[in-house]
């Protein structure tokens, strides 16, 4: 099983960059779909961002679409999630999460994506968006 670990977090002012790094070990990466999400204090865990395996569609919540972007680079087992134009909205725990079936362009029928269609997690990363 696939181990995930993120990092790349920390904080940063509004209209800033960051870019999350989610890296696996115990497997290669590419049979998996990614998905990032984050959960802010006291709010409900949230679909950020998904890319899907081998095809590579992806699927981003609104409130990230033209901020965020996901890729991937197998040469280094790795996910990366860079987060343009950052706002203090988008503070929060990052996390990733991988699986072997998802197709993440089912999620833009469905408008959200849920943390229970992924079987491994990372253990998270701050993001503090603040002057």
């Known amino acids: 099983q696939v181990q995930l670990v993120e990092s790349g977090g920390g904080l940063v002012q509004p209209g800033g960059s960051l870019k999350l790094s989610c890296t696996a070990s115990g497997a290669t990466l590419d049979p998996y779909t990614i998905g990032w999400f984050r959960q802010a204090p006291g709010k409900e865990r949230e679909g950020v961002a998904c890319?899907?395996?081998?095809?590579?569609?992806?699927w981003f919540v609104d409130s990230v679409k033209d901020r965020f972007s996901i890729s991937r680079d197998n040469t280094k087992n790795t996910v990366y999630l860079q987060m343009n134009n950052l706002k203090p909205g988008d503070s929060a725990v990052y996390y990733c999460?991988?699986?072997?079936?998802?197709?993440?362009?089912?999620?833009?029928?469905?408008?959200?994506?849920?943390?229970?269609?992924?079987?491994?997690w990372g253990q998270g990363t701050q993001v503090t968006v603040s002057s």
């Open positions: 999460a991988s699986d072997r079936i998802i197709l993440c362009s089912a999620y833009s029928a469905l408008g959200s994506m849920e943390g229970i269609d992924f079987t491994s």
């Open positions: 890319l899907t395996a081998n095809e590579g569609s992806t």
